[in-house]
C-alpha cells in the first residue's frame, strides 16, 4: 500500500511542489495520475523513489516511512519498485538481454536464477527474438517494452510509469498499455503518470487522480470491470 500522508514538497528556492497531499493507493490498483506540467506529478514520483523527501507530512510505501528512512535502507526500498520512464533509460552498449540481466546482477541474483528469469520476461513482453539485439536497433515501443521488462524482472510489488508511452507512436503506445495491464491483472498496483488524454480516456475504467498546483483536485475511481 502506498500513502501520501499531508505531504508537502517545498523545494530550495521556495517553490512549493506538492501542497498537502493525502492519498491511498492500494495493493492491485491501476492509477493514472494527471495534471499540467508543473503540476507536481514528477516530484510525487520522486518522493516514491525516495529521489526528494518530503518538507512535511510523509509518504508510506509498504511499511517504508520516506520521511524517516535510513539511508542504508533506501535500497530496500526501491527494490520494491520497478520504475519506467519516457526515455526508457537504457544502458546503449549493452543488448536486451543483458539489460535486463543487470537489473538482476546488481541486486546480487544468482546465475542461474537470472538465465530462468530473463527469457520468461522477455517472452512477456514480446520480445524474445530481439534479446541479442541492441537498444539502437529497435524501435521506440521495443526499446519501452525492453524497460518495462526491466523494471518487471525483480518482481517489484508496484510499477511507477513516468510518460511510458511519450516517445512512442499511437499503436505502440496501445500495445504498451495492454502490456501494464495484464501485468495490473496479474497483481502488479501501477502508477502511472500521463499527459495523454486520449489513453487516459481509452483506459477510463482506471482509478484518475488529477493534480494541479501540488494539490489533488480529483480523483476518479476506477471500475471493477478490469
Ligand atoms: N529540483 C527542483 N528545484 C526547484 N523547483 C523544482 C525542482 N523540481 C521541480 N520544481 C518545481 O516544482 C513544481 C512541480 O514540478 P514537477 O516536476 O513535479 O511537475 P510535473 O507535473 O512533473 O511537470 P511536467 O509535466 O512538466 O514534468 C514546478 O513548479 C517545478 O518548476
Request: one cysteine or more; proline letters at 4%.
Amino acid at each position: 500500500m502506498i500513502e501520501f500522508i499531508d505531504t508537502v514538497k517545498i523545494y530550495d528556492n521556495g517553490t512549493k511542489a506538492l501542497r498537502g497531499i493525502n492519498l491511498t493507493i492500494n495493493d492491485g490498483e491501476f492509477v493514472f495520475v494527471r495534471g499540467a506540467s508543473g503540476a507536481g506529478k514528477s516530484t510525487l514520483i520522486k518522493l516514491l523513489m525516495h529521489e526528494e523527501v518530503p518538507t512535511s507530512g510523509d509518504v508510506n510505501i509498504n511499511g517504508f516511512s520516506v520521511a524517516n528512512m535510513k539511508r542504508r535502507d533506501v535500497p530496500f526500498l526501491r527494490r520494491t519498485m520497478g520504475v519506467v520512464f519516457q526515455d526508457f533509460r537504457l544502458i546503449p552498449n549493452m543488448c536486451v538481454y543483458e539489460n535486463v540481466a543487470f537489473a538482476m546482477r546488481v541486486i546480487g541474483a544468482r546465475p542461474q536464477d537470472i538465465r530462468r528469469r530473463v527469457p520468461y520476461i522477455l517472452s512477456l513482453v514480446g520480445l524474445s527474438k530481439k534479446a541479442h539485439s541492441q537498444p539502437s536497433e529497435l524501435s521506440g515501443g521495443e526499446q519501452q517494452r525492453v524497460s518495462l521488462a526491466r523494471a518487471l524482472v525483480n518482481n517489484p510489488s508496484f510499477l511507477i510509469a513516468d510518460e511510458p508511452t511519450g516517445n512512442v507512436d499511437p499503436d505502440m503506445s496501445v500495445e504498451i498499455m495492454e502490456l501494464f495491464d495484464e501485468i495490473n491483472r496479474r497483481g502488479t498496483t501501477i502508477v502511472m503518470v500521463t499527459h495523454d488524454a486520449t489513453l487516459v480516456e481509452r483506459y477510463g475504467y482506471h482509478r484518475v487522480i488529477t493534480i494541479e498546483a501540488g494539490q489533488v483536485v480529483q480523483d476518479i475511481p476506477g471500475s471493477a470491470s478490469v
